[in-house]
């Protein structure tokens, strides 16, 4: 295993937005990683910027696969506080669409990078600011980034 001695993106997050170069070379990173795992059938379920580690060069890797699908499942259907990264189609999804769970997530992170702050609380009709999403509101959605 690769020595990650650049830290967890959380603590870059920590900082603020990240500029539009950056996000794109993080989020290129977290795309390709995620390809390939996804190619071998292996599906993270857990994506957060603590999951992601960056090397001494910035370059950005997954890490964390220490939950079991079957586990996460478990949480997922016992949970009502899943967190921001979390699709709220988690507790329900067909094995087929476990692809779409992780490219929330990393939607989700990427969003975190480029404005500084999560778009919700929780992936849940509970939160305004999911609903507002869903329901295609997007002026108000995106008013308060701004």
């Known amino acids: 295993m690769d020595f990650m001695g650049g830290g967890q993106l959380l603590d870059y997050l920590a900082k603020g ?53 079957k586990e996460l499942r478990a949480i997922y259907k016992n949970s009502d506080t899943l967190g921001p990264y979390i699709a709220p189609e988690s507790s329900f999804c067909l094995p087929e669409h476990e692809p779409l769970l992780d490219l929330f997530s990393a939607a989700v992170i990427l969003f975190n990078m480029m404005t500084g702050s999560s778009p919700f609380s929780l992936a849940s009709n509970g939160d305004n600011n999911y609903k507002r999403l869903i329901q295609f509101r997007n002026d108000e959605f995106w008013a308060q980034f701004e």
């Open 17 to 69: 937005k990240m500029s539009p170069n950056i996000c794109r070379y993080y989020f290129k990173d977290m795309l390709k990683g995620l390809h390939h795992m996804h190619s071998l059938n292996i599906y993270h379920l857990d994506l957060t910027p603590g999951n992601m580690l960056l090397d001494s060069k910035g370059n950005l890797k997954i890490s964390d696969f220490g939950t079991s699908k």
